[in-house]
């Protein structure tokens, strides 16, 4: 397995995903530095946790790929399993949107904890233990290691999987929807944490969320996407400030007008998207509900993103 130092820790090429007959991605590029920390919005259904999938070379099986995907100078999509588990290992950890599913049931959490420590000259066990500390296990830290994964809440359980996620010290965290199952103290706490643990390490990471404030408060950068189409990438205050393409104007007034509450922004996003095929597929994917559409966005799609900032649109705000 090669690993570059390279000033591009991730790079996206082109990925196109297609699930079945279904094209989920279409011609994704985008790249991120050693400490960059991207956020990824848009509505259900648009991609975000494929992608997600995709970096970690963990696609459904019936489906087909195509562009390039480097982490650290490895090949996502050509490694084998050998070398896919080594960059896993050592590289890239993945917060999965449900981690009740990636959690062992029949592991206690102190072993799933502790397996993942690189070794030190601190005890595994204490360790782990200021792991949860640190995810606000305050005080029964003890009795949780002892537990079984399906003797936790979900909240609990999305907890052990950042736990999990850090300890194993990656230098990219994906982190998808850390703390949808949490309340909102909680999880500003664990956004603090994910942003301690990426600025202490240089660590890049790429969080996805519906919730704009998180994005606000630890990322960089903010990539947007649209029914498997990237249409804005760049930093978070120009995107937040002034959104160039009409789907992110959007996105952004709804999630101001119902500031705060995350459930209003699914909402709002859902509000946009009927799920009936868009006009056709020479057409801008935003056609049938883009304020701005004109006689060119019905007959010729607008160019994909290939840059480090950019909007997939004819006519950006
Ligand atoms: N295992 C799968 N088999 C078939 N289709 C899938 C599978 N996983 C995802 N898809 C499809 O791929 C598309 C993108 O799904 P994805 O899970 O990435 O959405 P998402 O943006 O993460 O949504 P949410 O915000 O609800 O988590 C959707 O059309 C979804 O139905
Ligand atoms: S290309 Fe046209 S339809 Fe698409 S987002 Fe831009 S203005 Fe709207
Ligand atoms: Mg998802």
Do not use: W
Not at 117 to 145: C, K, N, Y
Not at 184 to 203: F, N
């Amino acid at each position: 397995m090669v690993k570059d130092l390279l000033s591009s820790f991730l790079e996206v090429q082109d990925l196109s995903v297609e699930i079945g007959n279904v094209q989920v991605l279409r011609h994704i590029s985008f790249d991120l530095g050693k400490g960059a920390r991207l956020g990824v919005i848009g509505e259900s259904g648009s991609g975000k946790s494929i992608t997600a999938r995709a970096l970690f070379g963990d696609l459904p099986p019936n489906s087909t790929s195509t562009g390039k995907i480097r982490v650290g100078g490895n090949s996502v999509l050509d490694l084998d399993k050998g070398d896919l588990d080594t960059m896993r290992r050592t590289l890239l950890s993945l917060i999965p949107q449900n981690p009740g599913m990636t959690l062992d049931p029949s592991m206690k959490i102190q072993r799933q904890i502790s397996e993942v420590l690189t070794p030190s000259g601190v005890d595994a066990a204490d360790r782990a233990l200021a792991l949860l500390t640190q995810m606000g296990f305050d005080g029964d830290e003890t009795e949780i290691m002892q537990r079984y994964p399906h003797q936790l809440s979900g909240g609990q359980r999305q907890r052990i999987a950042i736990a999990i996620a850090i300890g194993s010290n990656p230098e990219l965290l994906v982190a998808d929807e850390p703390t949808s199952s949490l309340d909102s103290l909680l999880a500003r706490d664990m956004i603090e944490v994910i942003k301690a643990y990426a600025i202490s390490t240089s660590s890049t990471v790429l969080l996805i969320t519906h919730n704009l404030e998180e994005v606000s408060n630890l990322c960089t950068d903010v990539a947007v996407l649209y029914r498997g189409n990237l249409v804005e990438i760049g930093p978070v205050d120009r995107i937040f400030d002034h959104p160039q393409h009409p789907y992110t104007d959007a996105l952004v007034k709804s999630y101001k007008e119902l500031y705060g509450s995350r459930r209003y922004l699914e909402r709002a996003e859902r509000s946009t998207n009927d799920y009936v095929a868009t006009a056709h597929s020479s057409s801008c994917p935003y056609y049938t509900s883009c304020p701005k559409a004109a006689k060119r966005c019905l007959s010729e799609a607008p160019t994909p993103i290939s840059t480090k900032t950019g909007v997939m649109c004819h006519f950006p705000l």
